[in-house]
Each structure stands twice: as C-alpha cells, then as structure tokens.
Nanobody
Framework: QVQLVESGGGLVQAGGSLRLSCAAS????????MGWFRRAPGKEREFVAA??????????DSVKGRFTISRDNAPNAKNTVYLQMNSLKPEDTGVYYC?????????????????WGQGTQVTVSS
C-alpha cells in the first residue's frame, strides 16, 4: 500500500516558480513510477510529467522546458517526487495530483494508476 500526499501549491504571479512535492509512504517507493497530472477549472484531468524507476522523464508538450520532475530514491531519502515549475502561466492553474504505479505506461496514461494523492491547488495570476 502506498499513500501519496502533495504539497507546495499556492498563488503565484505569471512568470514565477513553484516546487510541488509528493511524499510517498511505504517502503517500496523505489518500485513505482511516479507522475503528475492537473485538472484546470472546467476541464478534464491532463498529464503533466512522469518519471520512471530509473529516472527517465516524460513531459506534456505544454510544460516541456518549463517543468522538471525528479525523485529521490536514496536509501535514506524522503520518498518524495518533485515537480519544479518555472515560467508559470495562467493556463497552468489547476489542482495538481501525483500518481504512482508499477507500470510507467500506466502512470503516463493515468486512467488505471494504482495510487493517487488528494491534490494541491496551483493558481497563477496574470
């Protein structure tokens, strides 16, 4: 069983930065691929970024070059995946969720990911 808790959201002006964190419980964190999704007001949830067990990353075109996903798998690490968001735009506003699954492909598609966090709100003002 894995529990995911997101943090780091908030209100920021366009052009600013935020770093989101997703803390995972359980001793098998290193066995899961991790990802970030977001849901903008009135829109469906969409993929943002994902990171594999080995550290390979994949991004939505809308955030490529601005967002960076990373994870810390060290033995004494905090079992946390991060999303560094730079050059934020108003269209980045939404609730951001992290997910986890043993399958990298499932993390990217999101539909059947095994675990999801509760989300953290990001608001970018113009």
């Amino acid at each position: 069983q894995v529990q995911l808790v997101e943090s780091g959201g908030g209100l920021v002006q366009a052009g600013g930065s935020l770093r989101l964190s997703c803390a995972a419980s359980g001793r098998t964190f290193s066995s899961y691929a991790m990802g970030w999704f977001r849901r903008a007001p009135g829109k469906e949830r969409e993929f943002v970024a994902a990171i594999s067990l080995g550290g390979s990353t994949y991004y939505a075109d809308s955030v490529k070059g601005r967002f960076t996903i990373s994870r810390d798998n060290a033995p004494n690490a905090k079992n946390t995946v991060y999303l560094q968001m730079n050059s934020l735009k108003p269209e980045d506003t939404g609730v951001y969720y992290c997910n986890a699954d043993v399958s990298y492909g499932v993390v990217v598609t999101g539909t059947q990911a095994a675990y999801w966090g509760q989300g953290t709100q990001v608001t970018v003002s113009s």
